[in-house]
């Protein structure tokens, strides 16, 4: 009961182990809807192989005896190189064809050798344990340790075959590819075979550079395919690469936030402003909470033409962004701008609708100062065609909270109506958040600076500022 106990310890652990490096190995499991599905490819991918194996393994050697009248269990060689080898790469292949149609998880040439090194874990897995109950723990230990990485490399050959022959074909355009699958699935069944018939003749030694041999193999492979991936990242000097990349990405999964964003934003460096709004819109539609999209949607949406709804998608997304992380996005912008008039265009703009980008003193800076001018000048540009009525600005001195309410008759009783709504200026800028309303602030050591917040009312951010002064008062 003991022993029972510490095998399925020592293979919970290893599945746990293996399971967490090969999920490593790919960034975008959650945009390509795969989160789980390595999980699940290793438990359904042991039981099923090994039962496909004993069930072939039978047949072909009475097969081969019949042809060449040669048994395997007189000459190791020919059971490992013809029988095991083979057999076993086979059912793990089948296996895994079976399970990755039915999940459709390749989504990407990546996809393949992981996926492949995921179903034979699971196959290694059950092995090891039918080992263990006849060899004991010593015997577990080991194959935990050689035996698997042989598995998995071995695997990632025929699956990096299979997820090139699947990403690359579109339709009824079948692959080129398809014609290396057979000779992939030999390659990897000769290292097989060649490491168990190294073992049977007492040449260790020889059998673990076997496997170091294909573990080398692994990760050249996995250099290849992550750097012909469309999830690579690329700069955007190499748009000329990553275009194609991403589109044939597309092509495979469209449903794709990441390619989609990706897509979009270089679009935009190349200005084909109609293309970035399209792929960004779908981004933003694919994953709706996306900052990033909607601030990229709303950029591309102004470069198009559409203004007002561009610089609306902008400010939405900051406002519910971290100052830090909004400064960033902005910067990282102006270097997506290739073209250098609309980019200083839509940065004024930018800049005029929302002061979060412009807040050079925050409450964290404000602190450091210590001291700050309580002398307010608004102004207010409401989003109308009535410059005359709306691009007015008047100044108020707030000392305190109570103090709120007298302004509403004194700082800006200047300020005309609009005839329309019979309605001053300032008693639509004061409760509602119609605008941007624009608030600059003098502070001693850095002069005027934008402080309030897009969306912020202007009753909103007195009442703010003024809790800040009273801490700034206090320390």
């Not at 194996?53 to 060689?77: K, M």
Request: net charge positive; with cysteine; hydrophobic share 40%.
């Amino acid at each position: 009961m003991i022993q029972f106990l510490l095998i399925l310890i020592i293979n919970t652990l290893v599945l746990i182990a293996w399971g967490n490096y090969l999920h490593h190995l790919d960034a975008f499991t959650t945009d390509k809807k795969n989160e789980y599905k390595l999980f699940w490819l290793i438990v359904w991918g042991g039981i099923p192989s090994i039962i496909l194996t004993v069930l072939i393994q039978y047949r072909w050697e009475n097969i081969l005896y019949a042809l060449t009248g040669l048994r395997s269990s007189t000459n190791p060689f020919i059971a490992n190189l013809l029988i095991v080898g083979p057999v076993e790469e086979l059912s793990k292949f089948a296996v895994f064809i079976a399970l990755v149609g039915i999940m459709g998880s390749i989504k990407e040439p990546r996809d393949g050798i992981l996926q492949a090194a995921s179903v034979a874990l699971g196959f290694a897995l059950v092995e090891n344990i039918l080992y263990a109950f006849t060899g004991g723990l010593v015997v577990l230990l080991v194959r935990s340790i050689l035996t698997i990485v042989g598995h998995m490399t071995y695997a990632i050959i025929w699956g990096f075959t299979w997820g090139a022959y699947k990403y690359t074909s579109c339709g009824e355009n079948k692959s080129p590819d398809r014609f290396y699958i057979i000779p992939s699935i030999l390659f990897a069944a000769m290292f097989h075979g060649l490491y168990n018939t190294l073992l049977e003749y007492g040449y260790p030694l020889f059998a673990i550079s076997m496997d170091l041999l294909t573990v080398v193999l692994f990760f050249i492979i996995h250099h290849y395919v992550r750097d012909n991936s469309p999830y690579r990242k690329y700069s955007l000097k190499e748009y000329k690469q990553a275009i194609p990349a991403l589109k044939m990405g597309l092509n495979k999964y469209p449903k794709s936030y990441e390619l989609n964003k990706r897509m979009g934003i270089f679009h935009i460096y190349i200005r084909r402003y109609p293309d970035a709004e399209k792929y960004l819109k779908k981004a933003k539609k694919l994953n709706p909470k996306s900052l990033v999209a909607r601030f990229y949607y709303g950029a591309a949406n102004y470069l198009n033409g559409n203004t007002s709804e561009g610089l609306r998608q902008m400010n939405s997304a900051v406002t519910d962004m971290p100052v830090s992380r909004s400064r960033k996005m902005v910067a990282a912008l102006k270097k997506i701008i290739s073209e250098e008039s609309r980019r200083e265009e839509l940065m004024n703009r930018f800049s005029m609708a929302s002061g979060q980008f412009n807040t050079a003193a925050s409450t964290q800076g404000l602190r450091r100062q210590k001291t700050a001018s309580s002398n307010y000048t608004a102004a207010v540009r409401l989003k109308r065609n009535k410059p005359q009525y709306y691009n007015q600005s008047a100044s108020v001195n707030v000392s305190n909270t109570e103090s709120i309410n007298s302004h509403k008759q004194n700082g800006f009783r200047q300020l005309p109506k609009d005839p329309d709504t019979n309605r001053s200026t300032w008693d639509m800028a004061f409760n509602e958040r119609q605008g941007p309303v624009i608030l600059t602030a003098h502070y001693p050591d850095v002069g005027n600076r934008v402080v309030n917040r897009a969306g912020q009312t202007y009753k909103e951010v007195l009442v703010e500022k003024v809790e800040e002064w009273k801490l700034i008062k206090k320390q």
